[in-house]
């Protein structure tokens, strides 16, 4: 075995895998944790195989800077953005042959800075010398390195050595990842974990995300990153973008307090079958102190719902658990419980709880999806998420028109670059607005600018299309309708018509009226009209909202040039009337 080691390092035959590390923000990769494998027709193809017979035979050392050096000689042939994250082991830091600076020897050979470069230390194994492992952590920052610790929760990883090396990461252990969305004691684990990171000032990231339930759960948490194969399997060459469109409208959803749904608001799956006594449900109350109800299911459809207060009620009576204690919970459950679909929005939930409430109060409900148990939710947690979108909503509304401004507009613009849909952007201004507040009043102008909103609001599809208004007379729509340009239409005819009502009789007759401009000469004002200015947008057109704002800029001017009704569509030259 030592002689196909020797072999392996002669001949560099380690092979870099890549896994993205996936910022939980914005959807896009972070970095990439190097994962080596020896050769594919031998028994050192495991790592766990390479680095323990490496360690056997005392070539630990030459062994974990071979995969070293070839991660960072794949990373860099490859071209991949961000960081690298290199995986040292306690053991080579300890080694008697191992010599410091070497890694940055091999940075520089390839022109790489060390703060692109995170040290990652595997977990500890027993008789690690802790004070050793921390002294080579401490050197590593010293050099400009950041530091990760692995598998934070398993093994003999303990929180001391997290708060004195002070690592820039933490990575979560997949066992508290795994199945987390159903499990309150993982749930709380992490949540500690966070907090501490919090507290400390160090990323969180969580590890081995494999499926769609653990991905959302983890996005109600202040994780800061995600791995694992739920986004990419380990492969020799991994991908530059990860191009999940709905991992990113779900993130960007949440994070302007839009798209939360049902699903969202489970916080256990814990259930129990027709055919389970009042016991067996007590039981699994008292294992899991921090739920209060359970799903009562049969053949995965629910039947009710058991309360933990109604069944210790039952049970503390006189005679209460030999009367009970041996009853099918099916008999005792509340047979009509709240069940709601995990599609339905959150408004849309916290409306039929409100309606229920007046004959029941409850404290949880059911969620299903396509007629199956998917979990349970706290009422109590419904409301939370209700009253913060409306306060978000609140705070940047227009308060003339109670529209979404320019945050949450910018904010769904970004989303959909993010999630590369193509869509349309139109910018509406009004024509003659100044002259028409001067000569009837503001609250009039006022009616003008909600005439505009109105007709947005009736003409665009409320499920596809966004509509705003940015400030003063300014609106933005964005278009996910396909007939948008028909809709344009209708709103050109729409506002004319609410419009024209506004004016005096005889101004509508001639057509605008007579008043001094800014320049304080008298000159004729036609009647308000809209200048539309448009970009169709396709994916990976733009990256950000500034630069939409900026390409509609000479659109805008363009489409004030025309009187009357007018559009200018993709470049200034393109302009008709509406």
């Given at each position: ?22 910022d ?7 970095a ?69 600076g ?8 390839f ?27 401490q ?20 929180l ?54 653990e991905f ?13 194969y ?8 991994p ?12 993130l ?10 049902a ?8 259930h ?33 719902i ?30 009509t419980?709240l069940?709601?679909d ?14 229920r409430?007046r ?18 939710g ?39 670059l993010?999630?590369?849909?193509k ?28 005439a ?21 007379d300014?609106f ?13 239409k ?46 169709e947008i ?12 900026s ?11 025309v ?7 993709n ?8």
């Open positions: 075995m030592r002689g196909e080691l020797q072999t392996i390092i002669a001949e560099k035959s380690v092979n870099s895998l890549f896994q993205p590390i996936i939980k923000t914005s959807g896009e990769i972070f990439y944790e190097a994962l080596s494998r020896g050769p594919s027709d031998s028994v050192l193809h495991s790592p766990t195989q390479l680095i323990e017979q490496a360690q056997q035979h005392g070539l630990l050392t030459a062994i974990e800077h071979l995969c070293r050096a070839r991660a960072v000689e794949r990373f860099c042939d490859l071209g991949l953005p961000g960081k690298l994250f290199l995986n040292v082991s306690p053991q080579t830091i300890q080694q008697v042959d191992h010599q410091r070497r890694t940055l020897e091999l940075l520089a050979e022109d790489i800075s060390p703060e692109q470069i995170v040290i990652e230390l595997t977990e500890q194994h027993p008789g690690s010398d802790e004070n050793a492992v921390i002294n080579a952590l050197y590593y920052q010293k050099m400009g390195f950041a530091i990760a610790l692995d598998d934070l929760g398993a093994g003999y990883s303990s001391r050595l997290w708060s004195q090396v002070k690592p820039e990461f933490v990575k979560i252990d997949r066992h508290f990842i795994e199945g987390i969305e159903a499990d309150p004691t993982k749930q709380e684990f992490v949540r500690s974990f966070v907090e501490i990171a919090q507290s400390m000032h160090c990323k969180v990231i969580a590890e081995g995300v494999e499926t769609e339930s959302e759960y983890l996005c109600q948490l202040k994780v800061d990153y995600l791995q694992g739920f986004f990419c399997r380990p492969t020799a060459r991908p530059t973008t990860i191009r999940l469109s709905r991992v990113v409208r779900s960007a959803g949440r994070r302007n307090g839009q798209g939360i749904y699903r969202n608001l489970a916080i256990h799956s814990i129990v079958s027709e055919e389970n006594t009042v016991e067996d449900t007590v039981q699994l109350f008292l294992n899991r102190p921090s739920i209060n109800s359970i799903a009562v299911i049969k053949d995965k459809k629910v039947t009710g058991a309360n933990r207060s109604r069944l210790q009620g039952l049970l503390s009576k006189p005679f209460g658990r030999d009367l009970y204690a041996n009853r099918l919970i099916s008999a005792v459950m509340e047979k419980p069940v709601v995990a599609q339905l929005s959150i408004e849309q939930v916290s409306r039929m709880v409100t309606s409430a004959y029941h109060q409850e404290d949880d409900f059911i969620i299903c999806d396509e007629g199956h148990f998917l979990g349970i706290h009422v109590i947690d419904l409301l939370k998420q209700v009253t913060e979108l409306q306060l978000k909503q609140a705070r940047h509304a227009n308060p003339l028109t109670q529209l979404p401004g320019l945050i949450p507009i910018n904010d769904c613009m970004e989303q959909l993010s999630a590369e849909r869509f349309v952007v139109c910018h509406f201004d009004i024509d003659n607005f100044k002259p028409f507040n001067d000569v009837y009043g503001f609250s009039k102008g006022d009616e003008v600018i909600l505009l909103g109105q007709s947005l609001k009736s003409h665009a599809n409320s499920s596809n299309d966004t509509v705003g208004h940015i400030g003063g300014d933005v729509v964005l278009w996910n309708s396909e007939d948008w340009a028909d809709r344009l209708q709103v050109g005819q729409s506002f004319s018509a609410i419009s024209r009502d506004l004016y005096l009789p005889e101004h509508v007759q001639a057509g605008g009226f007579e008043c001094k401009d800014r320049y304080d000469e008298t000159r004729f004002f036609p009647l308000t009209s809209i200048s539309i200015a448009a970009l396709s994916p990976q057109q733009f990256t950000n909202a500034f630069e939409i704002s390409a509609l800029s000479p659109l805008k001017a363009a489409a004030k040039q009187s009357g009704n007018s559009l200018v569509l470049q200034a030259s393109n302009v008709s009337a509406l």
